[in-house]
């Protein structure tokens, strides 16, 4: 018979496992959106594109705010599901959560602030050069944000993952290929920060995660194997 708190594990993981998915989804719109928008290497065609399509834009940086708090979500709904394993471990891997969704947000704010540049670009008063520099600035920004968010997404990641590994909630084979892709994150992220590391090379480093993080996300929407608790010593149920 199930008790309460098997059942609050159950419903942790499966808030994490939508949470998965709707972060996975709003990153696609995002990138989709941008795609869509941006010229690259021309500021004032980009303005240009907004200002016509400033709904789309909103959408697109809203996007991100909502990725941000469902990845603070991701966070609470690992820890709950996995602190009767390593209440420690598992607060650590909340504490990176969380701290990577404050970082996406603070990209949500810079996109937002660059809506009221490219709304007034044409009576601006800048030169060539300066709106050059603008958008240099705009990408540097967000680019070194998405490397150090990733950087901690890496570092919560690895400690959820470790702990499905210790504790079997979901297969070996999944929760080993989420802990191997989560810490070949830092690889990526740390590479990309100091050597410039960029291109297939970076994405080769990225895609086990990203792969690992789908196929959990569905298994935890499943519920977990909390008959593995025996094996792992956990105390059934425990929440503490």
């Given amino acids: 018979m199930e008790?309460?708190?098997?059942?609050?594990?159950l419903a942790y993981a499966r808030l994490a496992g939508v949470m998965y998915l709707v972060v996975d989804a709003l990153d696609a719109l995002f990138v989709g959106i941008s795609g869509r928008l941006g010229v690259p290497g021309d500021i004032v065609a980009t303005?240009?594109?907004?200002?016509?399509?400033?709904?789309?834009?909103?959408v697109s940086a809203t996007g991100v705010v909502l990725a941000a708090l469902c990845t603070v979500l991701i966070?609470?709904?690992?820890?709950?599901?996995?602190?009767?394993?390593?209440?420690?471990?598992?607060?650590?891997?909340?504490?990176?959560?969380?701290?990577?969704?404050?970082?996406?947000?603070?990209?949500?704010?810079?996109?937002?602030?660059?809506?009221?540049?490219y709304a007034g670009i044409d009576a601006s008063g800048f030169g060539a050069s300066q709106l050059s520099a603008l958008a240099s600035v705009r990408s540097a920004v967000m680019d070194t944000g998405y490397?150090?968010?990733?950087?901690?997404?890496?570092?919560?990641?690895?400690?959820?993952?470790?702990?499905?590994?210790?504790?079997g909630y979901i297969p070996r084979w999944l929760a080993w290929l989420g802990l191997v892709g989560s810490l070949l994150g830092p690889v990526a992220s740390v590479g990309?920060?100091?050597?410039?590391?960029?291109?297939?090379?970076y994405w080769a480093f990225s895609a086990p995660i990203a792969v690992a993080e789908v196929l959990t996300a569905i298994w935890l929407l499943r519920g977990l194997d909390l008959r593995a608790e025996a094996k792992a010593g956990v105390a059934p149920g425990a929440a503490a």
């Fill in 3 to 9: 008790t309460a708190d098997r059942r609050s594990q």
């Fill in 147 to 167: 490397d150090v968010s990733a950087l901690f997404f890496s570092l919560g990641s690895a400690a959820f993952f470790y702990l499905f590994v210790k504790s």
């Fill in 47 to 58: 303005a240009h594109r907004v200002t016509e399509s400033q709904l789309l834009y909103r």
């Fill in 75 to 117: 966070g609470v709904g690992l820890y709950g599901a996995l602190k009767p394993v390593d209440r420690t471990l598992a607060l650590t891997g909340l504490v990176f959560r969380t701290a990577e969704g404050a970082l996406f947000a603070v990209q949500a704010t810079v996109a937002f602030a660059f809506l009221k540049l």
């Fill in 192 to 201: 990309s920060l100091a050597f410039g590391l960029a291109g297939p090379a």
